[in-house]
């Protein structure tokens, strides 16, 4: 299957300090990149989305000045943590897609663990 | 509003068949999806129906009823790496994923 390459896998930051997570489609060419958080024995829930040279849509409730998503390529998307808190520590996973109709499967990178201190 | 119902969390004995069941309500259908994530790690893929019956892969099975809203994961043989979330999500009208809560299956020797 399709493989999308997430890094770093783990952070630990000071409060106060940006973090930049990157995702990577090695093999296939992602026109759809999604960025979720996951908090411990929670769901999925979506951040944003992002299309290749567009800027991204973000969720409700979701401050796009503090998540800062690029995604200036087919093969690579970043999320920016501007100004960490220890209430932003979570679970952070990237998943990508050919979009549309033809997205049936997403491919998620292996997450990055971000713990703020 | 859009909806994604599963059970919080299933116990079964290794060796045995468990079914996962998952109900959804969703502005427009394009596929449903189950996802397995163990502790600390991202979903992996399990399955994806659009049309209605069953899908079979090894040990894993999906069904849908589109008229239902209703699908579920059976699990055979199940063994003690089997214990996990299972996440079960929508594709709605927009080709967004709208996700269930996942369902905690505790798998017992």
């Known amino acids: 299957g399709a493989v999308v390459s997430q890094h770093p896998s783990w952070v630990i930051c000071k409060s106060g300090t940006s973090v930049k997570i990157e995702c990577r489609s090695l093999?296939?060419?992602?026109?759809?990149m999604f960025w979720y958080r996951q908090f411990p024995k929670q769901s999925l829930m979506l951040m944003a989305t992002?299309?290749?040279?567009?800027?991204?849509?973000?969720e409700q409730g979701v401050e796009k000045d503090k998540f800062l998503i690029n995604h200036a390529s087919l093969t690579l998307s970043t999320l920016t943590v501007t100004s960490a808190h220890p209430e932003d520590s979570s679970f952070y996973i990237c998943?990508?897609?050919?979009?549309?109709?033809?997205?049936?499967?997403?491919?998620f990178g292996q997450g990055t663990r971000l713990t703020v201190v | 509003g859009q909806n994604i119902d599963q059970p919080t969390e299933m116990t079964a004995t290794e060796g045995a068949i468990v079914q996962i069941n998952c109900t959804y309500q969703?502005?427009?259908?394009?596929?449903l999806f189950w996802y397995q994530q163990h502790a600390g790690e991202a979903p992996t893929f399990l399955s994806y129906?659009?049309l209605d019956g069953l899908e079979e892969k090894g040990r894993f099975s999906s069904f849908l009823s589109r008229s239902k809203g209703y699908s579920y994961l059976l699990l055979k043989e199940l063994q003690m790496k089997d214990s996990a979330s299972y996440l079960c999500?929508?594709?709605?009208?927009?080709?967004?994923?709208?996700w269930g809560a996942g369902t905690k299956l505790i798998i017992k020797p």
């Open positions: 992002s299309n290749e040279g567009s800027k991204a849509t973000y």
């Open positions: 998943s990508a897609g050919t979009g549309g109709e033809l997205n049936t499967e997403a491919f």
């Open positions: 093999d296939f060419q992602a026109t759809t």
């Open positions: 969703t502005s427009g259908f394009n596929g």
């Open positions: 999500a929508v594709s709605d009208s927009n080709y967004q994923l709208i």
């Open positions: 129906n659009v």
